[in-house]
T-cell receptor, first 114, second 109 residues
Framework: ETGVTQTPRHLVMGMTNKKSLKCEQH?????MYWYKQSAKKPLELMFV???????ENNSVPSRFSPECPNSSHLFLHLHTLQPEDSALYLC?????????????FGPGTRLTVL | GQNIDQPTEMTATEGAIVQINCTYQ??????LFWYQQHAGEAPTFLSY??LDGLEEKGRFSSFLSRSKGYSYLLLKELQMKDSASYLC??????????WGAGTKLIIKP
């Protein structure tokens, strides 16, 4: 059983919909990450939170909005997405603020935008 | 620019040995990670190398040469369950993880 869970596992949405992805980590970690994984492309880091504070936003379009209410939960709010946003969205966590800490991934949400 | 190169796909036979190479050009170096990702599942941590040399962990070993910007993941006694993608990632001087696109390993009986 992975220490990082994500819901939903699969999501299909239209371009005008609003939805949210949820991530929860049960590892006592303090840093959480959102990644986008497209077929045959490297993982793309989207957002990083350390101790609930956003520390990185890698030029992600505003149609993606993260939220970190506490160090165990991370959300990604989605609105007016485009078909090219279809991908696997992975959440990860690591022990502390040091980026050399090993990241542990959730199973991902497979998102399809119609 | 920063770049991680690894083969797109490799095929090997059950019981054999396979070596997956990774070369990198990054601004600084703070370690190299290997992850395994089965189709539809989360990437799982395999190894972390920050010093030159070979690190052995059961059937899996990881090698690093910082001077050559090169690493490999060696898988011995291949099993069907080793069919997966293997992701190489390098941490640069800003502690950013730079990811390769992954190598899909296909194991045949």
């Amino acid at each position: 059983e992975t220490g990082v869970t994500q819901t939903p596992r699969h999501l299909v949405m239209g371009m005008t919909n609003k939805k949210s992805l949820k991530c929860e980590q049960h590892l006592g970690h303090n840093a959480m990450y959102w990644y986008k994984q497209s077929a045959k492309k490297p993982l793309e880091l989207m957002f990083v939170y350390n101790f609930k504070e956003q520390t990185e936003n890698n030029s992600v379009p505003s149609r993606f909005s993260p939220e970190c209410p506490n160090s165990s939960h991370l959300f990604l709010h989605l609105h007016t997405l485009q078909p090219e946003d279809s991908a696997l969205y992975l959440c990860a966590s690591s022990q502390g603020a040091s980026h050399t800490d090993t990241q542990y991934f959730g199973p991902g949400t497979r998102l399809t935008v119609l | 620019g920063q770049n991680i190169d690894q083969p797109t796909e490799m095929t090997a036979t059950e019981g054999a040995i396979v070596q997956i190479n990774c070369t990198y050009q990054t601004s600084g170096f703070n370690g190299l990670f290997w992850y395994q990702q089965h189709a539809g599942e989360a990437p799982t941590f395999l190894s972390y190398n920050v010093l030159d040399g070979l690190e052995e962990k059961g059937r899996f070993s990881s090698f690093l040469s910082r001077s050559k910007g090169y690493s490999y993941l060696l898988l011995k006694e291949l099993q069907m369950k080793d069919s997966a993608s293997y992701l190489c990632a390098v941490m640069d001087s800003n502690y950013q993880l730079i990811w390769g696109a992954g190598t899909k390993l296909i194991i045949k009986p």
